[in-house]
DNA sequence: TTGATTTCCATAAATTCCCATGGCATCCCT
DNA sequence: AGGGATGCCATGGGAATTTATGGAAATCAA
């Protein structure tokens, strides 16, 4: 099904310029979904910050091609095919990774994170999370706290990996 | 699918000539997709303020011309095909965007995005919108109030991602 | 001429590019 | 096995370039 796979938690330093490292394991996978051209040899990152949540999805440029796709196969025109459009393309950014591997996260991406004026200054941590056909990036501290209660929740979550029914 | 790509959310200052600046990003496309020739270097714009909203859209070049496509592969004279016409064609302009990365905002247009002739006076904001084939010129103000509530009124928007049924 | 529009110039801030460093892990050689 | 040597990776700092934007000058139109 998906060729790529993001996967695992990474923590990186953003810097007070916004610049952050894609850990080289994410970088690889984006490379193989966006092979280099004549005009450009530096892969794409497909960052979307409309979707909800405090982080910001991240695809590769085939892995943003599919869901694309996916939009574009609701009637345009559509209330529903309006607010995707609002929600996933408006409210994304396309990012080149230099070739440090680095990139500069956008304003609108920080802000959907929650990350402060005060943050950025300082320098903060990063959290990046794969998700197979995308990864998210999180404020470290956010994730943590949103995250960290997984196992009380859901004591016994192999439990209920049975496939739903039809 | 297409090739260019707007993305992206973008506020820019208009002043009191109704210039403003395109966004670097946004200019890109604009420029691959109305390569120079002998007669002319800057790339254009075609601004279609007839098909309804609080808004102009605008097209590069290249995407004018695969709009313009579908609208003629309606059956000529009938009357969605007129319509069509009015709309897109008639109520459209062409601009060009000067060597400092601007535009004049014509007056058919800022009358369709709401821009009063205070506004003008004293300046103020216009929201640059990406929708992949097009982007979208609103007033900020007016952008800010059509588009905050997506996210109450959508709560959990990815879950509505899934294709429609065949 | 006068008002409007377009071109040109100026600049501060933001962004991008380039180089440098330290830390790990791997490889290689004796 | 030891111990460099090598190379990739994450990160920092500064130089160089681009952007966005304001204002003045030049051109155009009525």
Redesign the pocket.
């Known amino acids: 099904m998906v060729q790529e796979a993001f996967k695992g938690e ?16 994410m ?2 996978i984006l490379e193989q979904g966006d092979p280099p051209d004549a005009e450009r040899t ?1 892969p794409r990152i497909v960052m979307i910050y409309g979707a909800g949540g405090k982080h910001a999805q991240c695809y590769s440029m085939a892995g943003a091609r599919r869901l694309y796709a996916t939009i574009y196969s609701h009637e345009e025109g559509s209330e529903l095919r309006d607010d995707l459009e609002i929600a996933f393309v408006s409210r994304s950014v396309d ?2 990774v ?5 990139i ?1 996260l ?2 609108k991406v920080r802000q959907r994170m929650g990350v402060t004026a005060d943050d950025l200054a300082k ?1 903060f ?1 990063a959290t990046f999370s794969g998700k197979l056909d995308r990864f998210e990036i999180w404020k470290s501290e956010t994730y943590d706290a949103e995250t960290s209660d997984i196992d009380s929740v859901n004591p016994d979550i192999r439990r209920r990996l049975t496939p739903p029914k039809p």
């Open positions: 990474f923590y990186q330093k953003v810097d007070s310029k916004a610049r952050v490292s894609i850990p080289a394991q970088r690889r530096r990012v080149e230099d070739d440090d591997g680095r500069v956008p304003p320098g941590s």
